[in-house]
T-cell receptor, first 116, second 115 residues
Framework: AQKVTQAQTEISVVEKEDVTLDCVYE???????LFWYKQPPSGELVFLIR??????QNEISGRYSWNFQKSTSSFNFTITASQVVDSAVYFC?????????????FGRGTSLIVHP | KAGVTQTPRYLIKTRGQQVTLSCSPI?????VSWYQQTPGQGLQFLFE???????NKGNFPGRFSGRQFSNSRSEMNVSTLELGDSALYLC??????????????FGPGTRLTVL
């Protein structure tokens, strides 16, 4: 069985602060994919990043960066110089093979509130 | 290009009734997946349809069913509604059968309230 844990239920920061959202996963699969999604108040999930289990290279996209460490089964997400528009719920997800298909498992989400 | 659309956006039903939700994927996308989001259980995968066939199914009772039409539009049906079925139901579309390398695009969801 696969599992994703986002221990931080809610994080509150002031604009321009850096913030890191933690994600720890469990899986027995050797091939798997990790994702981050953003869910703004409007409801739809927005895809942010995908990383496969063989690619531990960290990635930076503008103010967003991701740190994937297989040794600690973590895939953390950092927002640099946070902005009010970053306020949303962020989900980490894992897709491993189950019976030949990829069934996604989501963490419970971290609600990020950025105050002006 | 229009995004994923879901109708209705809000729905109120009473226990025991049944409900049908609709999802229109992005033009050209052939896969539609459904998810249930509740405060208690979080975001859970319901099922996926590709080329009118159910390809994957999550761990939900048989009261939850779906179908996909030849134009890729999909409907999900919940029969004999229970209070615990109150949730945000999200639909996502992708070009092909769900593989993690194919990005899913989500709709705004249908908020179902069961009284």
């Amino acid at each position: 069985a696969q599992k994703v844990t986002q221990a931080q239920t809610e994080i509150s920061v002031v604009e321009k602060e850096d913030v890191t959202l933690d994600c720890v996963y469990e899986t027995r699969d050797t091939t798997y994919y990790l994702f981050w999604y953003k869910q703004p108040p409007s409801g739809e999930l927005v895809f942010l990043i995908r990383r496969n289990s063989f690619d531990e290279q960290n990635e930076i996209s503008g103010r967003y960066s991701w740190n994937f460490q297989k040794s600690t089964s973590s895939f953390n997400f950092t927002i640099t110089a946070s902005q009010v528009v970053d306020s949303a719920v962020y989900f980490c997800a894992l897709s491993g093979v189950s019976g030949g298909s990829y069934i996604p498992t989501f963490g419970r989400g971290t609600s990020l509130i950025v105050h002006p | 290009k229009a995004g994923v659309t879901q109708t209705p956006r809000y729905l109120i039903k009473t226990r025991g009734q049944q409900v049908t939700l609709s999802c229109s994927p992005i033009s050209g996308h052939r896969s539609v997946s459904w998810y249930q989001q509740t405060p208690g259980q979080g975001l859970q995968f319901l099922f996926e349809y590709f080329s009118e066939t159910q390809r994957n199914k999550g761990n939900f009772p048989g009261r939850f069913s779906g179908r996909q039409f030849s134009n890729s539009r999909s409907e999900m049906n919940v029969s004999t509604l229970e209070l615990g079925d109150s949730a945000l139901y999200l639909c996502a579309s992708s070009l092909y059968f769900t593989v993690p390398t194919d990005t899913q695009y989500f709709g705004p969801g249908t908020r179902l309230t069961v009284l």
